[in-house]
């Protein structure tokens, strides 16, 4: 199709807009009635509307609704979104919660991100000559290793939502240790552009120190200013948000960390912070959000994967990233002193994948460091991970429930006897 002009790409987009935000919502709905976190529904509404389905089934409808102008316009909208959706998770989160958990969040973190790394180099060696691409081993493994120790900090912090542990112990403590490894992932990554364009390493060592410079700013400068300001007006918060987002893009890491420390920064009004979430929360779930879910899906192309050793390969590399996930993570928080219940739990939540990690496959393809397969194949893994984690949230939920009415009813019998 050739360049449409700027009244036809306006008027496609809000098409495109409408088609998205309905198919999105009716989707994730149908998905949240047999348990699972709307956002899954989000991502397969968009495989629905991609080449994986009705680019197969009617491919006309899917380049009209779907051009690449319109596309364009619609990442746009769906980055403002997610900017705007940390925000008000960092608006959130109650750090506070985390008094005395320093030695926990070390460990957990730091478990979590280097037992998948210690499984995904040798799983990495063997995908290369069948998935690398135009770049060297050392850039390939190195992204995959990153890709395999994503934790996805905005799906996570939509299930703690929907799952009511967002401000639990231990859904704070799974948030953090997802933004320490995803600090650590972009890290990686930056490691895997220098690698993969000979940038040299002066560049991932000028991500390193703008990064701690900027969140030194943020908080020994920006907040206190904030809290001279008493309740800073929305049209404030929104301009800090969109410029902390911006900046913490040019230093190098995704603009969705500049978003939420905007919001962790903000002055700490349960009463207020709840109007502001009421104000920004509708238009960000129900129109914004969506897009970027939607986008998701259309990139991912299921049609590719055609043969049984490429969904072979699929399980093994859903079978490696849980295992290394899960596994370093529960283990970490049991050598700490939480029960197995807690610590599984903990393990599960931080095996949720998903936009972080697309937006690291993403720019794996652009750098030419993976195929369109492999995309293809992770997405899978990161929908997989996250399909997994709400059923066994509920159960483990219910265990830690029940655990403490007995250990509450013990207590009672034990001092009724006394």
């Known amino acids: 199709m050739g360049n449409l002009d700027a009244a036809t790409v306006s008027g496609r987009l809000l098409l495109a807009m409408a088609v998205l935000t309905v198919a ?13 976190p709307r956002v899954l529904g989000e991502i397969v509404a968009g495989i629905l509307l991609g080449p994986s389905a009705l680019g197969l089934v009617w491919p006309g409808l899917m380049t009209y609704l779907f051009p690449q102008q319109v596309i364009a316009g619609l990442n746009v909208l769906a980055q403002t979104g997610l900017v705007m959706f940390m925000f008000l998770i960092g608006l959130e989160i109650d ?36 998935f690398g691409t135009q770049t060297d081993r050392l850039a390939f493994c190195l992204f995959f290793a990153a890709a395999m120790a994503i934790t996805a900090f905005p799906v996570l912090s939509r299930l703690l939502q929907e799952s009511d542990l ?30 993969a364009k000979s940038a040299g390493p002066e560049d991932v060592l000028r991500t390193l120190v703008l990064s701690i410079g900027y969140l030194v700013v943020m908080f020994a400068v920006v907040r206190p200013l904030l809290r001279r300001l008493g309740h800073p007006s929305m049209w404030v918060m929104i301009a800090v948000a969109i410029l902390s987002a911006w900046t913490t893009d040019q230093i190098g890491i995704h603009a969705i960390f500049g978003g939420f420390l905007a919001g962790a920064v903000m002055p700490r009004d349960r009463e207020w912070q709840r109007g502001v979430e009421v104000k920004l929360e ?18 991912t192309r299921i049609d590719q994967l055609t043969t049984a050793a490429l969904w072979l390969t699929a399980l093994l590399v859903v079978v490696v990233a849980t295992a290394g996930k899960l596994g370093g993570a529960s283990l970490a928080a049991r050598l700490t002193g939480d029960r197995w219940t807690e610590s599984l739990l903990i ?36 929908l997989a ?3 997994m984690a709400a059923p066994v949230i ?18 009672t019998t034990g001092g009724a006897e006394r």
Request: with cysteine; charged share 10%; aromatic share 6%.
């Open 24 to 36: 999105v919502r009716v989707v994730g709905w149908a998905v949240s009635k047999i348990g699972q």
């Open 95 to 130: 750090l506070r919660s985390l008094r005395g958990q320093g030695r926990k969040v070390t460990l957990i973190s730091h478990a979590s991100l280097l037992v998948p790394i210690a499984l995904a180099v040798p799983l990495a060696f063997w995908l290369y000559p069948r």
């Open 166 to 195: 967002l401000n639990t112990r231990v859904g704070v403590i799974s948030l953090v240790c997802a933004a320490i490894n995803d600090v650590y992932a972009w890290i990686m990554l930056a490691v895997v552009v220098a690698v």
């Open 282 to 299: 509708s238009m960000i779930s129900v129109l914004l959000l969506p897009m970027f879910f939607g986008l998701v899906g259309l990139s």
């Open 347 to 382: 393990g599960v939540l931080m095996n949720t994948r998903g936009l972080t990690e697309v937006v690291i496959l993403t720019v794996g393809v652009q750098l030419g460091v993976v195929s369109s397969a492999l995309f293809t194949i992770m997405v899978l893994m990161a």
């Open 385 to 387: 991970t996250t399909f």
């Open 394 to 411: 509920i159960v483990l939920k219910r265990r830690i429930a029940d655990t403490r009415v007995t250990a509450k009813e013990t207590a």
